[in-house]
């Protein structure tokens, strides 16, 4: 093809080619609340000229009254300011089709009504019990095929609720849409602060050369909440903490945070990595989720000020349940660079304070000079990536304290996202929305890191369920989760960092 | 903004010790403290700072920066006293999280002595180890004709030069020929950015938008001409220099109405044996290429500058057009 000499030196965002974007679940929370305003603020910036926004949903609207909606959903404080003729316009390029998933005419609809773009993406914003029947639809009303223009189809989580519901759910898809058609979507790899981490690692040569187990002593990773279950106290009791947090955004930080160095920054080069990694996790099966594991459960307490009920009185959940709320893993990479390096996981509901982060805890110095005197005066380096809230990075090393003697104590050399940029940071789906136009699956998840993700939460699930050990320990709401998780620290010089 | 201190003399120390004075009280309110400078951004004013008028756009894009980007501001200004006088301030922003994201400004008022305008005078007072950005907001040949011997000095200094061709009453010959004047007095030692250059991105994007498709790319050989109606003098023959220059032949412009971009615009582009090619924007930044419809936002001169102070790297088809100009001027 010819080149295009007018495009030197633009540097332009890439720009998706004209497509109709189908959004499944248009009268749902999803949409109002991430997706439109997303999309909005990708059209202001000129990123999807030639894209056409469409809901379907069975509620008795028409395509005015969405628009009106739409319109309306603008003027939220989640949406980017505009000018009233800009949100008009936007709003008013918007399409809808009243349909059940079950109606095969719904569907017939799109390839009538919005023939053109050919090009499709299709967005399920829909509980999972829909995907059946929406990509069944897709398949058979022909719409999943690429003929005259690409059809891709964006799958929210959860990718099924263990390995072979998860492998049937991608099969069932797969009969649909070829792998590199399907987008799993995990909103954290479009968080900025977690792409920054390979930006870290892989951008500043500072880092990697001690990223390994000859100067790490071990990771940590910690999700945490201040949130109970709220509304979802029917779908928590299904899943539980290892479900809902560990095998999808768990574990694609631990694989970020260990993986290789790409060959490449495409797509593939970096599911590679993502998947050596999850393929590298010894597995946690049998008798060892005793002492690799612990399951906490929250009981009423004070978080934020606020006294808050016990998951067992939440609306929605069995009073005898035995779902776990907080769950923390020790986990070994099997890899020549983690070989004996334990990461340790944990997440959980209620707990004292909302934080997601990473941290790097390492070796302590080889030989003591400075602590003769006082053992354990000489605490450990620390690198810790703060993902939310407070983005940015730390770095904790020890100074000497000013005076004749050579004490020291440990200072922080603190980067905050915000101290650079004052701006807000973008919405994950913003970016991921866009990538997905574009074609690039970079930032979601491929099918065997879900597949090697489950494989390994399975087998700790089926341990639980089948020893009953370790038994759920409480834990007060407002506190950093049960004490039966410092046992999985092993030496005891370590320590969970502080909530 | 605090009450600015006027200093006896243009002592670095005294100036730093008023500086921290005053970033101690501006900062007081904020719960999470202040965030630390990421750069130094030194203002050379050709027209008078306190002229009615003189300082909108500058204080305008000042004020879309604060809260965005810490950093400390010099400015510098020819004045009619016999002495040189400087004044120190500051102004912070709560960010989302109540910290303090500051300016440290001084202001350095030129006198008969010429000490102001000498870079020993304000090349002390730069932030060693961050970027620093020379911005140039008014007329710029007159600028130029100012503050070349400062620039000269402290080339080394400076990372970055910005201006904006479009300001000032300069005809287009004054510009390129005061733009000549700088990279060569100065060899060339700092980057140089244009405010114009950037506006005008809008209508580069959108040509190159527009030819790529594969079943454009073939027609790039048989354009004919471009008309433009908005954008100004500058802002239009950048525009035309651009395209010739990316074409590798001269292809005739024509300005045919003078405006701001942001009031809305019009690009046709002829091309031989087909349709023209189309491009319009109005003024709510609605945007038309072909039958795709979109929003453009306009940049503001705060906006712009963001930018700039954000961006380190040499813009090689920019200095392509420019020494396309000073080839034909």
Redesign the interface.
Known sequence: ??????????G?PR?PR?LTLVIFGASGDLTRRKLVPALFSL????S???VRVVGFARRDWDTQKFRALVRGWLDSDDTPS??A??KD??AS?VGFIKSSFEEAAGFGQIATDFARPANRVFYLATPPDSYHTIVEQLRTSGLSSQNGGFSRIIVEKPIGRDLQSARALNEQIARAFPEEQIYRIDHYLGKETVQNIMVMRFGNGIFEPVWNNRYVDHVQITMAETLGVGTRGGYYETAGAVRDMMQNHMLQLLSLVAMEPPVDLDANSIHEEKVKVLKSIAPIAGQRVATETVRGQYEKGIVEGVEVPGYRQETGVDPESTTETFAALRVYLESWRWAGVPFLLRTGKRLSRRTTEITLHFKRPPLLLFAERKPGATPPNELTFRIQP?EGITIGFNSKIPGPTTEMRTVNMDF?Y???????LPEAYERLLLDAMLGDSTLYMRKDEVDSAWRFITEIINGWKESGRPAVSPYRAGSSGPDAAAALLGDPGRRWRRL | MSDASRLPVLDPRAIEEEIIRIRERESNPYSSGVKTNIFTLVIFRSADPEAPGASVHVEAALQFLLGKRPARIITIHQGSAPRTEVWVSGRCYPDRRNRGVCFEEVRIESGDDGVGADPGAWAPLVIRDLPVFAWMPDGLGTAAELWTPSLRGAAGLIDKLMVDSSRGPEDRAAVIGALGRIRETTSDAFLVSDFSWRRGKVLREQAARSFDPPEMRGLLPRVRSARLYGGSRMEAWLFFEWLSSRLGRVVPGEHAWEGPLSEGFRLTISVEGAADVEIGCTRGGCLERGEEKGAYRFPTDGEVLLEEVDTLARDAVFGEVLSRGNASS
């Not at chain 1, 010819?2 to 030197?8: D, F, K, R, T, V």
């Not at chain 1, 059209?43 to 000129?46: A, H, I, N, Q, V």
């Not at chain 1, 915000?418 to 807000?424: K, N, Q, R, W």
């Open positions: 093809m010819l080149e295009n000499p007018l495009m030197a030196g633009l332009l720009e004209p059209y202001l910036k000129g999807i000229p030639g505009a000018s003729e800009v316009a936007f390029g407070q905050s915000g101290s650079a940029f004052g701006e807000e």
